[in-house]
């Protein structure tokens, strides 16, 4: 139990469409980063935030997006969605006084 | 970034240890070395870390070797539950942003 939660579970959109994907940090939690995990890959890096703002970015194209708010809950906006962007979406927190990070247990998307 | 390398595969009889090997030849010195493993339909876990010493916790051991060149991870005896893809990771905190290579997959035969 890592105390990271997503929503939803599982997700069926259309091509072109836009979806919203969310996470919910331990209180405390102010870093959160999110992972796209295609099948039978390890997760790629998408983005970090830090108390509200971004402060880093993997290679991703900006129809990615994200916000961050106080209650330590964030999204994960993905806009004209393509067929590649099925897969696991992972969240992961940290602690500012943490060494690690706790990865929630993502939300599945298919993108037909 | 530093990388790392590791068996696609391994296998291992139930209630018996693993060692699973990771090999990072251009670590640098303010890389601490981070284990994680994802279990089937979930998100990754952390298993434990370290920089130097080899270290314990509940779930397993961390051997590095004295050039830090490469380290592995002992499961004293594993279950059913250990099987997973088991991911060596180089982090110089806990806050860059996680690389994951392809890790290994562990199977254990009951």
């Known amino acids: 139990e890592t105390g990271v939660t997503q929503s939803p579970t599982h997700l069926i959109k259309t091509r072109g469409q836009q979806v919203t994907l969310r996470c919910s940090s331990q209180?405390?939690?102010?870093?959160v980063s999110w992972y796209q995990q295609a099948l039978g890959q390890g997760p790629q890096f998408i983005f970090q935030y830090y108390r509200e703002e971004e402060n880093g970015r993997g290679n991703f194209p900006p129809r990615f997006s994200g916000l961050q708010f106080p209650n330590y809950s964030s999204e994960l906006n993905v806009n004209a969605l393509e067929l590649d962007d099925s897969a696991l979406y992972l969240c992961a927190s940290i602690s500012d006084s943490g060494d690690t990070q706790y990865f929630g247990p993502g939300t599945r998307l298919t993108v037909l | 970034d530093a990388k790392t390398t590791q068996p696609n595969s391994m296998e291992s009889n139930e209630e018996e240890p693993v060692h699973l090997p990771c090999n990072h030849s251009t670590i640098s010195g303010t890389d601490y070395i981070h284990w994680y493993r994802q279990l089937p339909s979930q998100g990754p876990e952390y298993v434990i870390h370290?920089?130097?010493s080899n270290v314990n916790n509940r779930m397993a051991s961390l051997a590095i070797a004295e050039d830090r060149k490469s380290s592995t991870l002992i499961l004293h005896r594993a279950t059913l539950r250990d099987a997973a893809v088991y991911y060596c990771i180089l982090l110089k905190t806990s806050y860059d942003k996680v690389i994951f290579g392809p890790g290994t997959s562990l199977s254990v035969i009951p």
């Open positions: 370290g920089l130097t």
């Open positions: 209180s405390g939690h102010n870093t």
